[in-house]
Structures are given as C-alpha cells and as structure tokens.
C-alpha cells in the first residue's frame, strides 16, 4: 500500500467506487483484508459488518446465551434470537407487509469503549435455524432494512450515556431502520430453570482454581481462540456443591454462577480494550528498554494479582498508572495509555467496566509498550516521578 494508503482507505470509508484501480495510489478502498507493513512489524485490517438490535424504552438484554443450548422446551439446540416479524411494512414508501418473519440470533453485548455493557442493545448475527452451519438467509439485514437510514445520537441516563436512535438531534447516520415489529426469544436451558417455588434467590458467583489456572495458562502460552478454555456450567457447579444445599434454608434457592475473565491491553483482548502503553524514560536510568518493558508488564500482572480485586470490580488507569510510578522511581518519567481503536480518544481507556461476573486478566507483551525519552502530552498522564538527593 502507497504511504497516503491510511488516509485514503481508511476502515470507515467504504467504497466500491475505485474497485480494482491499478494506479498505485491509493484509491482503492473496497479491501475486505488489508495489510499493511511497518518498520518492524505487519498489520492486518480486516472489515466486518456489525448488526446492533436495540430497544431503548421496551427491553433489556441480560444473561443472554450466545452459544446453542438444548431448550427446556423442545430439547433441541436454540440460541437466544430476535424475530423481525413479517407484518411490518416493506419501505417507507411501500405500505406492503415484508411477508414472511426474520430471524437473527444473539452474538454478544453491545459494550462501549470503557467496558459497560448497554441492556437496551444487542448485537446480533445471522440465523441458521436448522443448524448446518451456513445462515438461511444471507439477504436478510438487506431485505428489512434496504437503502433506508436512521440517526444515532446519545441520552443519559444516571450518569450513563447510551446510543439511541435520535431522528431529530442525531449527529450518526447509519443504514438501519427503526420503529419495527418484533420478537424477543429468550431460550432457558434445561439445566438452568428455576423452581418457582422457592422464595428468595441467591447468587453465587464462582471462580474454580482449575479454571483459573487452565484459563491463565491458556492467555500466556497457547492465546489459539479454538482452544480458549470454557468456563463450568451452572448445571456443573450445582452438582459441584450439592452438599452445602443442607446449610440453607428450605425456602432459598442459591444459583452458582460461574465468573469469567475480561482480557485486557493485549491482542487477545476485544478491539475496544486493546491498548498501547507509550513509557517515557528518564535519562540517568541504567535500564535497556527491553528491561522497562518486562518491568513494566510484571507491574501490570502484580497490579491485577486476583487476590487484590472482587468480581465487578472497575478499572481506574490512574491507579495503575500510580502503582507503576512508585514502583519505578528514578527509572521512569510518564506513562500513558492509547486505544488501538480509537487513537485519537485519550480518555478512552481512563475506566473500564466490568459486570458482577467478570475479573480483568491483562495480556500484556512487549509489543503493546513503545519505550522513548521524549513526554507525550495526554490526559490520562500521570506527571513527572523522579528521585533528589540532597542535605540539611
């Protein structure tokens, strides 16, 4: 790719305009895979399209199932899903019913930039309900929605911000359409129902060393995402503690959720949470920067140590960015943190949000801290640490 190539292809600017263009300009900006080439390493940008289904005032999505689970109902394998049903109109200027239901199958949280999860949204994907692997209808975002567009804007509400659909102030436009007809399915695992009997429910979250140290030594050593260790089922944790149903009441029913990890900083981390740490050296320091470097990630291991953090728990980079100044007094001078995904945002990563079954676990390698002798002016900055000595 022509140096111009990032300002020219950037992700957001897709364009079919230019397609198969040899001049070696640029221009071209239909690439689904591109890779670019650095001093001393590559890149690869890959394009993908996101569908988001929300509902700002009607639902929220909670302990969602991403994965096929066995209804409680028919016993055969279901993912959660949303039915865009076949009453609502074809377009706006065609008052003709879409004729028939779409469907498409819950695939993760919408989570922002600083981790919080938003209920009201759900990202989605498209359905295969007779599970052969390949989605019955590749056209169905296009059929519903066709060329038409909506405005995103943002409300807060308690102090969170949300994206909603906004017609009248929304600065986003993006293809979509709103005000539609739909069905939420929300599939309850055979081994997940809840005896209606019982009067109070009690949550127990669960983190199993087995799966702590599967999990860890999978992050460090193996990262391949194909062998990325689950964690138990609720199912499995309650055989696990059966016993301790004698020390309750009778008319409690305690629910043993199992906690997983939120990967932070590294590659292996989602886009949002991937970070690049910019260190700033002081100049009488007797450490290489490959030794700030190991310091530095062995600071970030020791910061997030389990035993020092709850589930929920949130992440503050100020603190962190604390504990490895007075770690390295006289070695180090500033330490910044930047989003792969959103360079331009200094703040981006300044609080990450975890929910109530979630730990951080950092991933941290050499290749995400670029060591220099030169500040960088940034937000999230913690100022100058140095040592003097002197006498009375």
Same mark, same amino acid.
């Given at each position: 790719?022509?140096?111009?190539?990032?300002?020219?292809?950037? +992700?957001?600017? #897709?364009?079919?305009?230019?397609?198969?263009?040899?001049?070696?300009?640029?221009? &071209?900006?239909? #690439?689904?895979?591109?890779?670019?080439?650095?001093?001393?390493? #590559?890149?690869?940008?890959?394009?993908?399209?996101?569908?988001?289904?929300?509902?700002?005032?009607?639902?929220?999505?909670?302990?969602?199932?991403?994965?096929?689970?066995?209804?409680?109902?028919?016993?055969?394998?279901?993912?959660?899903?949303?039915?865009?049903? @076949?009453?609502?109109?074809?377009?706006?200027?065609?008052?003709?019913?879409?004729?028939?239901?779409?469907?498409?199958?819950?695939?993760? *949280?919408?989570?922002?930039?600083?981790? *919080?999860? &938003?209920?009201?949204? +759900?990202?989605?994907?498209? $359905?295969?309900?007779?599970?052969?692997?390949?989605?019955?209808?590749?056209? $169905?975002?296009?059929?519903?929605?066709?060329?038409?567009?909506?405005?995103?804007?943002?409300?807060?509400?308690?102090?969170?911000?949300?994206?909603?659909?906004?017609?009248? &102030?929304?600065?986003?436009?993006?293809?979509?359409?709103?005000?539609?007809?739909?069905?939420?399915?929300?599939?309850?695992?055979?081994?997940?129902?809840?005896?209606?009997?019982?009067?109070?429910?009690?949550?127990?979250? +669960?983190?199993?060393?087995?799966?702590?140290?599967?999990?860890?030594? #999978? %992050?460090?050593?193996?990262?391949?995402?194909?062998?990325?260790?689950?964690?138990?089922?609720? @199912?499995?944790?309650?055989?696990?503690?059966?016993?301790?149903?004698?020390?309750?009441?009778?008319?409690?029913?305690?629910?043993?959720?199992?906690?997983?990890?939120?990967?932070?900083?590294? &590659?292996? %981390?989602?886009?949002?949470?991937? $970070?690049?740490?910019?260190?700033?050296?002081?100049?009488?320091?007797?450490?290489?920067?490959?030794?700030?470097?190991?310091?530095? /990630?062995?600071? /970030?291991?020791?910061?997030?140590?389990?035993?020092?953090?709850?589930?929920?728990?949130?992440?503050?980079?100020?603190?962190?960015?604390?504990?490895?100044?007075?770690?390295?007094?006289?070695?180090?001078?500033?330490?910044?943190?930047?989003? +792969?995904?959103?360079?331009?945002?200094?703040?981006?990563?300044?609080?990450?949000?975890?929910?109530?079954?979630?730990?951080?676990?950092?991933?941290?390698?050499?290749?995400?801290?670029?060591?220099?002798?030169?500040?960088?002016?940034?937000?999230?900055?913690?100022?100058?640490?140095?040592?003097?000595?002197?006498? *009375?």
């Amino acid at each position: 790719m022509p140096l111009n190539s990032t300002a020219l292809n950037d +992700v957001s600017n #897709w364009s079919r305009q230019h397609e198969g263009d040899g001049s070696s300009t640029g221009i &071209d900006n239909s #690439w689904i895979i591109r890779l670019n080439y650095g001093v001393n390493e #590559w890149e690869m940008l890959v394009r993908k399209t996101q569908f988001v289904v929300g509902s700002p005032k009607k639902l929220k999505f909670t302990n969602l199932n991403f994965t096929e689970t066995f209804s409680s109902e028919t016993l055969k394998p279901l993912r959660d899903n949303v039915k865009v049903l @076949s009453i609502n109109p074809t377009s706006p200027s065609d008052p003709n019913p879409l004729g028939r239901d779409y469907q498409f199958n819950a695939y993760g *949280y919408f989570t922002y930039e600083d981790g *919080y999860t &938003d209920p009201h949204n +759900v990202r989605v994907t498209l $359905a295969d309900p007779d599970n052969d692997g390949y989605p019955n209808n590749p056209e $169905a975002f296009t059929k519903i929605v066709g060329t038409q567009t909506i405005k995103l804007g943002t409300k807060t509400v308690d102090g969170f911000t949300y994206t909603v659909q906004d017609e009248n &102030d929304g600065t986003s436009v993006v293809t979509g359409v709103g005000s539609l007809h739909t069905q939420y399915n929300r599939i309850a695992d055979i081994n997940h129902l809840i005896d209606p009997s019982t009067t109070n429910i009690i949550d127990t979250y +669960v983190l199993l060393e087995s799966y702590n140290n599967t999990f860890r030594n #999978w %992050a460090l050593f193996d990262t391949r995402l194909e062998t990325r260790p689950n964690p138990p089922t609720i @199912s499995e944790l309650t055989d696990m503690f059966e016993s301790l149903n004698t020390k309750k009441s009778i008319s409690d029913q305690v629910i043993y959720r199992p906690v997983k990890y939120k990967i932070l900083f590294g &590659d292996l %981390a989602s886009g949002e949470l991937q $970070a690049k740490f910019n260190v700033t050296k002081t100049p009488n320091t007797s450490l290489s920067d490959t030794e700030i470097k190991q310091r530095v /990630i062995n600071l /970030i291991d020791t910061y997030f140590n389990i035993d020092n953090w709850d589930f929920g728990e949130d992440f503050y980079f100020t603190e962190m960015a604390a504990f490895i100044h007075n770690n390295m007094i006289g070695e180090i001078s500033q330490i910044t943190i930047d989003s +792969v995904a959103t360079p331009d945002n200094s703040t981006a990563l300044f609080q990450i949000n975890s929910s109530s079954d979630e730990l951080f676990l950092p991933v941290v390698q050499a290749n995400n801290i670029s060591v220099s002798s030169t500040s960088l002016g940034n937000l999230t900055t913690i100022g100058e640490n140095t040592i003097s000595s002197g006498g *009375y």
